[in-house]
């Protein structure tokens, strides 16, 4: 069965940065494309960042200049590099592969000073 176990959600302060971690354990995965999302109470899941299997990135406006996505196919990660985080950056933050399997967890992050 394949699971998805995102890392790395913490509380930071406005202007800070965090770094985000998801493994995937998916024989293919340097074949999928990964998207990040994120979620706040009550609120649809947004997309966050795209990446594909040969490494090109999409972002949302919200995200764009201020995080990264990355991944690292020799151990089944991708990564979401945030910087300049915002008070409304706090979120539930997941990855998923295209097509979508059953969501993990997710990993809390929240800004506040």
């Known amino acids: 069965q394949v699971r998805i176990v995102e890392s790395g959600g913490d509380l930071a302060q406005p202007g800070g940065s965090l770094s985000l971690s998801c493994v995937v354990s998916d024989s293919m995965f340097s074949r999928l494309t990964m998207e990040w999302y994120r979620q706040t109470p009550g609120n649809e899941r947004e997309l966050v960042a795209t990446?594909?299997?040969?490494?090109?990135?999409t972002y949302a406006d919200s995200a764009k200049g201020r995080f990264t996505i990355s991944r690292d196919n020799a151990v089944n990660t991708v990564y979401l590099h945030m910087n300049n985080l915002k008070p409304e950056d706090t979120a539930r933050y997941y990855c998923n592969r295209v097509p979508p399997l059953p969501w993990g967890q997710g990993t809390q992050v929240t800004v506040s000073s």
């Open positions: 990446i594909f299997n040969v490494g090109s990135t």
